[in-house]
């Protein structure tokens, strides 16, 4: 596997060239979410994937909701042929291979910290936003499912539309998961919330 090699000016780099893309791109971004998450708990992100930006989201989120230290599994292979992000908190995961168990281990690793975030996209590829049920990767419970790194599990569903004007908006609906720690529990719960997402757009 990848492992992640930080370097905060190069995440700032990073950061500042993405808050000028979405002025640029989007109207407008908003976080919509009821739960107030505090310190002294390290979180696990579990994010929609469709899109270029994905990870810019969840860094966003990082900055401006948890205040924590941002790290991202993004597929072996793509990361290879962006290895500069590995400064920016990005590492890989493999699928079907045995470096997965390394990543997910990796992963409870940066979890037991109560600085960090681990978002991981658990559909495992990028789907269309508006396919709202999707199997989940079966690894991704090996990481929700540790209580050894006491962590908070956050679900956060990425909606874009239009309405009436020309550049989009980016509305990220963010909830605090408190069931059981299964991967059939989670995942139930994620599709349920991704559906009252749906719902609350198109009021």
């Not at 107030?36 to 994937?49: A, D, K, R």
């Not at 989009?168 to 529990?185: F, H, Q, V, W």
Request: hydrophobic fraction near 40%.
């Amino acid at each position: 596997m990848i492992k992640d090699r930080y370097n905060s000016r190069l995440l700032w780099f990073y950061s500042s060239y993405f808050r000028v893309l979405q002025k640029i791109h989007f109207r407008q971004i908003s976080v919509i979410t009821d739960d107030i998450f505090t310190e002294g708990e390290s979180v696990l992100l579990l994010q929609n994937h469709f899109s270029y930006y994905d990870g810019y989201w969840s860094m966003y989120l990082c900055n401006k909701i948890f205040r924590r230290k941002f790290h991202v599994m993004m597929l072996e292979d793509q990361l290879a042929k962006r290895m500069f992000l590995t400064r920016c908190g990005v590492f890989s995961v493999r699928k079907n291979s045995r470096d997965l168990i390394e990543s997910l281990n990796y992963a409870n690793e940066l979890l037991q910290d109560p600085g960090n975030v681990v978002t991981i996209y658990p559909s495992g590829e990028i789907i269309s936003h508006h396919r709202q049920n999707f199997d989940f990767q079966r690894g991704f419970v090996r990481i929700a499912g540790n209580r050894d790194n006491h962590s908070i599990i956050a679900l956060a569903v990425v909606l874009v539309d239009h309405f009436s004007q020309a550049r989009p908006e980016i509305r990220i609906y963010l909830k605090k998961y408190s069931g059981d720690r299964t991967a059939e529990a989670i995942e139930k719960a994620y599709h349920l919330f991704y559906q009252s997402c749906i719902s609350k757009q198109t009021e």
